[in-house]
């Protein structure tokens, strides 16, 4: 099993800490099979803060994502729809075990230089 390092905007992030937030949105895939994830928060915090274990893996026409994932999104419809505008597949991590770090963490305790565009294996 992998573990990816996310880059995600502090807003997203508190509401995954909050738990009302139990899906993170991606447009593409990993190719390998991923379990955990490790939340960098971007600008300002600039700072690793998490991590939470990956239930299940769930790919599908926006539609039908959306379908599955509303109750737990944390988003609006609306950004939903504006994220994946003219994709015919998109990406969502279903969220369990979520722990933020009591410390903040760098990058550079990961060996990371700069954070992921999309996501990075660690």
Same mark, same amino acid.
């Given at each position: 099993?992998?573990?990816?390092?996310?880059?995600?905007?502090?807003?997203?992030?508190?509401?995954?800490?909050?738990?009302?937030? *139990? $899906?993170?949105?991606? =447009? +593409?895939?990993?190719?390998? %099979? !991923?379990?955990? #994830?490790?939340?960098?928060? *971007? $600008?300002?915090?600039? =700072? +690793?803060?998490?991590?939470? %274990? !990956?239930?299940? #893996?769930?790919?599908?026409?926006?539609?039908?994502?959306?379908?599955?994932?509303?109750?737990?999104?944390?988003?609006?419809?609306?950004?939903?729809?504006?994220?994946?505008?003219?994709?015919?597949?998109?990406?969502?991590?279903?969220?369990?075990?979520?722990?933020?770090?009591?410390?903040?963490?760098?990058?550079?305790?990961?060996?990371?230089?700069?954070?992921?565009?999309?996501?990075?294996?660690?």
């Amino acid at each position: 099993m992998n573990t990816i390092l996310l880059s995600i905007n502090p807003e997203h992030l508190d509401k995954i800490f909050e738990g009302t937030k *139990t $899906f993170e949105f991606r =447009k +593409v895939s990993c190719k390998r %099979e !991923v379990s955990h #994830i490790v939340f960098y928060c *971007t $600008f300002p915090v600039m =700072k +690793v803060l998490g991590e939470a %274990e !990956v239930d299940e #893996i769930i790919e599908d026409h926006p539609d039908g994502l959306w379908e599955i994932t509303s109750e737990g999104a944390g988003i609006s419809k609306t950004f939903f729809d504006e994220y994946y505008n003219g994709r015919s597949k998109g990406v969502a991590f279903s969220l369990k075990n979520v722990t933020r770090f009591e410390d903040e963490k760098e990058l550079s305790d990961y060996d990371v230089s700069a954070p992921p565009q999309s996501f990075a294996y660690l």
